[in-house]
C-alpha cells in the first residue's frame, strides 16, 4: 500500500529551551515536535532523575489491595496468582510470584496461567473450581494481573467459597462501571463493604447468609474485595497508560512499603521493561519512566532464566535495547502462548536453577522455530486457496477457513494477508463438530471491531478494537457471515485519507556522524508514544548493494549524495524481495550505532524509498501523464501485432517462452518508448520495478503463461542451473536465475538453500549484486528440520506468486498500476 510521505512541522524552539536541552540542536527540536515545550517537561522527559513518579497509592485500589495481601501474608495464608497467557500477562505473573515468594514463607504462593487452547483469556469458573477443590493445597486469596475486570462469575464463584479476590488489570472497564466516579461515588466496589450499602435490593446481597447471591442477574466484579484498573484514572492521569505489569509492579511497591523494605522491589523492574515493550504500552509519563529504570535494570539483571532466555536470543544484556526487547525477546515469550502452556515463562523467569533455566530458554528456542515454520505453512495454504477461488477477493473482506489450522497462528498470517492483498482478513479454523473460531486483522480506514460487531447475530461471540478481532461462529454460518461483513465493511468505513508516512526533519547525508547519534539516542527508549525518528535525504546514489543472511532475507547497500560526499551504508531487514527505486532516490530511515569487536560505526536502517523528486531538472521530451495501454489480456496474440524486440522492450521471462520470443532479464530493461508485457510477472515488485526502468509511452498487456511454479519443477531447473555454474567457476546470479523461470528472487534463493539442506551443494560466500558461489558439497549431510522449514517458506512464496498471476489476469489495469 503506497504511503503519502508527510514531512512533520518544523519547530522553532526557544532560545531558553535549546539552551537547557542543550547539545546538537535537532534534539531541541524533536522535542517541541513531540509535544515537550517547557524546561520542566524537558527535563523530567530526559533525565529519570528529574520525573517525578506517581505514588502508588494514586492508582485507585492500589492502597486496599496491597493492604488485603499484607495481611494475607501476616496471617500464613495462601494466595493463588491469576494471570495470562499473552507476554504482558507473563511478566505480570512472574512479578508478582517473585515478589510475594521474597515475602513469604515457602509453598504460600502459587499461580495459574490459562491455556490458549483450552481455556482462553481470563478467569474460567471451571479451571477456578478446580483450584478449589484440591485438598492438598487451598487458596485463601485469589490475586488476579493482566486480567479479572469482566470476571464476574469467577469472582462470585471464589467469593461464595470465602477467598479474598483482588482484581489488577489493564483492559477496558465492563458496561457495569459505566457512569461510576469511584473517588466519590458510595456504590463504588472497592470492598464488600462498598458493596453491602445494595444489600435490600434482591438479588444483589444475601443479608441472611452474608453472601452474594447465586441468580444470575448478581452476577458482578464489583463483589470483589479490591479491584485495581488504571483505566479508572482520569483521562490525563499519568498512570492510565500502564500495562498489566506496570499495574502489578505498583501494587507490589505499596506492598513492600507496608512490609517496610521499600526499594526492594527495585529488583522486579526487568519485567516491568519487558511488559511494557512486548504489550506495546504507550511510553507516556510513568510508564515510560519505569521502561527507563527497567532498561538499566534488564543490563544488570540477576534473574537466572532471562540470562539464559538472552543467551539463546543472542542479546547482550549489557546493551539491551528496546528492539532486542521487540524482535528477540518478546517473540520467543508469545510462540510459547501461541503454541503451548505459558506456565512455562512463569517457571523459566522465577527460576534460580540455571540447569533447568536452560533446558526451559532452549523449549523457547524451539517453539519459537515451529511458530516461523507454521506460519510458513498456514500462509502457503491461504495462498493456495485465493489462487483456487479468486472469487474471495470480490468481497471487501478475504474470509478463509480450513479445519486443521493452528489457533495460536491465524491472527499472524491474517496480518500477512493484509499485507499482501491490502483488504481486511479473517482466519478461521473449523475442526469436525465444533464451531468455528479465528482472527481478523484490519487495513487504515476500517474499523474492524465495529463491523464484526455488526455481523453479531450470526455469531457465537465476538470482541476486538478497530486493528484487530476475534470471533467464533457455527459453521453453517459462514457463508453468510462473508457477505454480511462485507455490508457492514461499508458501513464502518472511514474517512482517513491514504496512510502516510511521518517524517521528523530533512537531514544531509554530510551532517550524519556518531555525535548525531548519539545525540538523537538522549530521546530513547523509542516505541508507542515516542516513535523513532524517522529522517529523509534527497537525491541519493547507490554505490554498493549486497544481499545478507543465509536466505538473502536482509540487504545492506551503500548511499551517497554527491560525487565526493559522505557515503553511509543502510540496512533492510526482511526486504522480502522489494526493489529499490531507479537512481536517484529519496531515502526515508532511521539512525543507529552498529557495535562489533569494539569498533562503533553509524548505520541507516531503511523505512521506505522512493524515486528522487525533479524540482528543477525538466525533461527534454514532454513525456504526457499517462501511457497509452492496449490490454490483450485474454486474447489470442500474433506476433506481428506487436512491435518487434528490435523496436520495443519485451518482458518475457519463463522456460516455456518459444523460439520467436526473446529472452530478456527484468534487470537488463532500460528506458524505451514501447514496453511489451509478453508474459505474467511474478510480483508487483517486479511489475514496477519494470515500468519504473523503462517509463513507457505505450504498453502492450499480453499476460502469456510462460511459467511453471510447481515446487518440484522450480528446484529441478534451480539445480540444474546449479550442475550447470558448479562445471565452471560457481558463480550464480540470483536475478538472472529469477528471470530465467520467471520467478521471485526470493524463490530462487530459498530453492538454493534447500539444495544445501540436501547436501547437493554447498554455499561458499554470497557475494555483491545478488550474486554468489557454490561449490560441490564436501559431505552428504541432510539437515530434515531445515529442509521443512525451507519448504514450507518455499510453498508459501511459490503459492503467492501463483496467486498474483491469476490477480493480474482478472484485475483492472489501474490496480496493478498500469496507468
Not at 519512566?289 to 543467551?311: D, I, S, V
Request: hydrophobic share 40%; charged share 20%.
Amino acid at each position: 500500500m503506497e504511503l503519502v510521505w508527510t514531512t512533520l512541522p518544523q519547530a522553532t524552539p526557544s532560545a531558553e529551551f535549546a539552551k537547557l536541552v542543550g547539545g546538537h540542536p535537532l534534539v531541541a527540536q524533536l522535542l517541541v515536535q513531540r509535544g515537550i515545550r517547557t524546561p520542566a517537561a524537558a527535563r523530567s522527559f530526559l533525565h529519570t532523575e528529574h520525573y517525578t513518579p506517581a505514588p502508588p497509592t494514586n492508582l485507585i485500589g492500589v492502597e486496599l489491595a496491597a493492604q488485603l495481601l499484607y495481611e494475607a501474608i501476616r496471617t500464613d495464608q495462601n494466595i493463588l496468582v491469576w494471570g495470562d497467557f499473552d507476554v504482558d500477562g507473563q511478566t505480570s505473573t512472574s512479578l508478582l510470584v517473585s515478589g510475594l515468594q521474597a515475602l513469604t514463607k515457602p509453598g504460600r504462593v502459587r499461580f495459574h496461567v490459562p491455556n490458549r487452547f483450552t481455556e482462553s483469556h481470563g478467569i474460567r469458573a471451571p479451571m477456578l473450581q478446580k483450584w478449589l477443590d484440591d485438598p492438598t493445597w487451598q487458596p485463601h486469596l485469589l490475586l488476579s494481573c493482566d486480567t479479572g475486570i469482566a470476571e464476574a462469575e469467577a469472582v462470585t464463584l471464589a467469593k461464595a467459597h470465602g477467598l479474598t479476590v483482588v482484581l489488577t488489570d489493564h483492559h477496558d472497564l465492563t458496561a457495569e462501571f459505566s457512569g461510576l466516579s469511584p473517588r466519590v461515588d458510595p456504590l463504588w466496589g472497592l470492598s464488600l463493604e462498598g458493596v453491602r450499602g445494595k444489600k435490600g435490593e434482591e438479588g444483589q446481597w444475601n443479608a441472611e447468609a452474608n453472601e452474594p447471591s447465586f441468580t444470575p442477574s448478581s452476577l458482578s466484579v464489583r463483589y470483589a474485595d479490591a479491584i485495581v484498573n488504571p483505566k479508572f484514572q482520569p483521562e490525563d492521569d499519568p498512570l492510565r497508560t500502564l500495562p498489566g505489569v506496570g499495574v502489578a509492579y505498583k501494587l507490589m511497591q505499596q506492598l513492600y512499603a507496608l512490609a517496610g523494605r521499600s526499594g526492594d522491589e527495585h529488583e522486579l523492574l526487568d519485567l516491568v521493561a519487558l511488559g511494557i515493550v512486548a504489550d506495546v504500552a504507550e511510553q507516556v509519563h510513568d510508564a515510560r519512566y519505569l521502561l527507563q529504570l527497567g532498561l538499566e535494570q534488564l543490563k544488570r539483571t540477576r534473574r537466572t532464566g532471562l540470562l539464559a532466555l538472552m543467551e539463546v536470543a543472542r542479546v547482550a544484556p549489557a546493551n539491551i535495547s528496546t528492539d532486542d526487547i521487540g524482535f528477540q525477546i518478546g517473540p520467543r515469550m508469545n510462540a510459547l502462548g501461541r503454541l503451548e502452556d505459558a506456565t512455562i515463562s512463569v517457571e523459566l523467569l522465577t527460576t534460580r536453577d540455571a540447569v533447568r533455566a536452560g533446558q526451559l530458554a532452549a523449549k523457547l528456542e524451539r517453539l519459537n522455530q515451529q511458530r516461523r515454520l507454521l506460519t510458513s505453512q498456514i500462509t502457503a495454504a491461504a495462498l493456495e486457496m485465493v489462487n483456487r477461488t479468486p472469487q474471495l477477493l470480490d468481497y471487501n473482506a478475504l474470509v478463509l477457513t480450513h479445519p486443521a489450522w493452528h489457533a495460536g497462528i491465524v491472527g499472524i498470517v491474517a496480518s500477512r494477508l493484509v499485507e499482501e492483498f491490502s483488504r481486511p482478513a479473517v482466519l478461521l479454523l473449523n475442526p469436525p463438530g465444533e464451531a468455528a473460531r479465528g482472527s481478523a486483522r484490519s487495513i487504515p480506514g476500517v474499523d474492524i471491531g465495529a463491523s464484526i460487531a455488526g455481523c453479531a447475530h450470526l455469531l457465537i461471540g465476538h470482541g476486538g478494537h478497530p486493528g484487530a478481532a476475534g470471533l467464533s461462529l457455527q459453521p453453517e454460518n459462514i457463508d453468510a457471515f462473508r457477505r454480511e461483513l462485507d455490508r457492514q465493511i461499508e458501513l464502518h468505513r472511514t474517512d482517513d485519507g491514504p496512510p502516510s508516512l511521518s517524517i521528523d526533519a530533512e537531514l544531509r547525508l554530510d551532517e550524519i556522524d556518531l555525535n548525531l547519534v548519539g545525540e538523537i539516542q538522549r530521546l530513547a527508549p523509542f516505541g508507542n508514544g515516542n516513535p523513532t525518528p524517522q529522517f529523509l535525504s534527497r537525491g541519493l546514489r547507490i554505490v554498493h548493494d549486497q544481499r545478507m543472511g543465509r536466505d538473502g532475507a536482509h540487504r545492506k547497500f551503500t548511499v551517497q549524495q554527491a560525487a565526493d560526499g559522505a557515503q553511509w551504508p543502510v540496512l533492510w531487514f526482511n526486504h522480502n524481495d522489494g526493489e529499490l527505486p531507479p537512481e536517484p532516490i529519496d531515502l526515508v530511515y532511521t539512525l543507529s550505532i552498529n557495535e562489533y569487536r569494539g569498533e562503533r560505526t553509524v548505520q541507516l536502517m531503511y523505512v521506505a524509498a522512493r524515486p528522487a523528486e525533479q524540482l528543477t531538472v525538466e525533461p527534454l521530451v514532454h513525456k504526457s501523464s499517462k501511457p497509452r495501454i492496449h490490454d490483450l489480456r485474454g486474447q489470442t496474440v500474433q506476433l506481428g501485432e506487436l512491435p518487434t524486440p528490435r523496436d520495443a522492450i519485451w518482458f518475457a521471462e519463463g522456460t516455456q517462452l518459444g523460439e520467436a520470443v526473446i529472452y530478456v532479464p527484468r534487470t537488463e530493461a532500460q528506458p524505451h518508448a514501447d514496453l511489451v508485457l509478453w508474459t505474467i510477472p511474478p510480483s508487483p515488485v517486479v511489475l514496477k520495478s519494470v515500468l519504473d526502468r523503462v517509463e513507457p509511452r505505450r504498453i502492450f498487456v499480453c499476460g502469456q503463461s510462460t511459467t511453471n511454479d510447481r515446487l518440484d519443477f522450480v528446484l529441478q531447473q534451480t539445480a540444474a542451473m546449479c550442475k550447470y555454474a558448479l562445471a565452471r567457476e560457481g558463480r550464480l546470479d540470483i536475478s538472472r536465475m529469477a528471470a530465467r523461470l520467471g520467478t521471485t528472487e526470493g524463490v530462487i534463493r530459498h530453492s538454493l538453500l534447500w539444495l544445501e539442506c540436501k547436501g547437493l551443494i554447498q554455499i561458499a560466500e554470497w557475494l555483491e549484486d545478488d550474486a554468489l558461489r557454490i561449490e560441490a558439497p564436501q559431505a552428504t549431510v541432510e539437515r530434515g528440520a531445515d529442509g521443512d522449514m525451507l519448504q514450507a517458506e518455499l510453498d508459501a512464496q511459490l503459492a503467492e506468486v501463483a496467486a498474483y498471476r491469476r490477480y493480474f489476469q482478472r484485475a483492472k489495469l489501474d490496480e496493478l498500476g498500469i496507468e
